[in-house]
């Protein structure tokens, strides 16, 4: 008898494809990065629920008891004074609660915006949770800075100024509240050849500016003028060592090595960070351009604290819009990011010791790690097409 021997067919073993492979990675990457993302949020949110629920003002004081007093508010705008005298005649705790909702309020729509230029649920979700959980946006509102607001003016400015010029212009004066800040915008605006955006913009601002002075009193003028000429040369030399080891510029990452703050040096420093932003403003349509530019914010200024590198939220939202590919956007996202909570670790705040020496827990990687980044743009991008410049309003 013959026995038919058969065999069994079994299925082929397939190998994923690269991009199919790459996907997984990126999505286990993003995954990992929103886990860090929490982690960070849940060590910061309860503080920072804690000083809008108990205080103190902190700083807010300094905005608060010269705007009620009709005073000049140190080197911000002197359209400071008339925009906060209204809520200074509020008690100041509640005056710092409605501060504290507003600039809340700030960064909230800024993570909404982020996440509307993505596509994937994993991608979204890291974007608008880095603009939530950057440690130096908690202590700006724990402490009652400004800066939440100006970064959704430049978010703002930004978003509205393919379609909506004349608003954009007003949005780009409200930076010259701490006018280092309008520098960057500024000279991109020059750069862009955007003339009427740009003397819109000095007109709004200078004008709020005189409206400031004019309310102050006569005197102003001259008491300004003084503290621009005093803080000119050299921004460190009115700080104590500790203040001068809680800049996020220049000057704070020289002394985060262990270096006396130079004036030389930070002047080479912000030459350099220019050049960059103008290499990467050369090859990038407009879109990257604005993304650069604020990325730009804090290299190009000699006075930046911790707290101000709050302007990071504006830079997610503004990367998040870029014509990069999305996998690039989001490591640009997450790795600065990152590398804003290892700053934060390593900058010693509160110091107990406010009389002592200038001391850092490590080196401030942030603002070298912010050209770095701009370099990289520069040197990856081609002049493509105008890449879209979408309307957020």
Same mark, same amino acid.
Do not use: C, K, S
């Given at each position: 008898m013959a026995v038919a021997s058969s065999t069994i067919a079994l299925p082929a073993r397939t190998l994923p494809d690269a991009a199919t492979l790459t996907r997984a990675l990126s999505r286990l990457a993003l995954l990992a990065a929103i886990g860090v993302e929490l &982690?960070? !949020?849940?060590?910061? !949110?309860? &503080?920072? !629920?804690? %000083?809008?629920? %108990?205080?103190?003002?902190?700083?807010? %004081?300094? !905005?608060?008891?010269?705007?009620?007093d009709l005073q000049l508010i140190g080197l911000y705008s002197p359209a400071l004074t008339p925009l906060l005298f209204p809520l200074a005649h509020l008690p100041e705790m509640l005056a710092f609660r409605i501060f504290f909702t507003l600039s809340a309020a700030a960064v909230l729509a800024m993570a909404y915006v982020a996440q509307r230029h993505l596509t994937s649920p994993e991608a979204r979700v890291a974007a608008a949770l880095a603009v939530i959980a950057l440690p130096q946006m908690h202590w700006a509102l724990r402490l009652g800075h400004l800066t939440p607001l100006l970064a959704l003016a430049a978010v703002a400015a930004f978003l509205l100024l393919e379609r909506h010029p004349r608003v954009a212009a007003v949005a780009f004066a409200a930076l010259t509240l701490k006018p280092q800040y309008a520098v960057a915008p500024f000279l991109y605006l020059l750069w862009q050849r955007r003339f009427g955006v740009l003397g819109g913009a000095v007109v709004v601002g200078a004008a709020a500016a005189a409206a400031g002075l004019a309310a102050v009193g006569p005197s102003s003028v001259a008491d300004f003028w003084s503290l621009l000429v005093d803080w000119g040369p050299d921004s460190s030399d009115n700080l104590l060592p500790v203040q001068q080891s809680w800049m996020y510029s220049w000057p704070g990452v020289q002394v985060s090595l262990g270096l006396d703050p130079n004036p030389l040096l930070t002047a080479d420093l912000l030459l350099l960070s220019l050049a960059t932003a103008c290499l990467a403003w050369r090859r990038t349509g407009p879109a990257t351009g604005a993304a650069v530019t604020v990325l730009a914010m804090l290299p190009l200024t000699p006075y930046a604290q911790f707290y101000d590198a709050t302007l990071l939220t504006a830079a997610f939202v503004l990367l998040a819009r870029t014509n990069l590919a999305e996998t690039a956007r989001l490591c640009l996202i997450c790795g600065l990011f990152a590398i804003a909570v290892i700053t934060q670790a390593n900058t010693i705040f509160p110091n107990p010791d406010l009389l002592g020496d200038a001391q850092t827990g490590g080196v401030f990687w942030l603002t070298p790690a912010l050209v770095a980044v701009v370099a990289m743009i520069a040197l990856l991008s081609r002049r493509l097409a105008p890449d879209p410049a979408k309307d957020g309003a």
């Open positions: &982690a960070v !949020l849940a060590a910061f !949110l309860p &503080a920072t !629920l804690d %000083h809008f629920v %108990h205080g103190p003002v902190a700083d807010f %004081h300094n !905005l608060y008891a010269p705007a009620r």
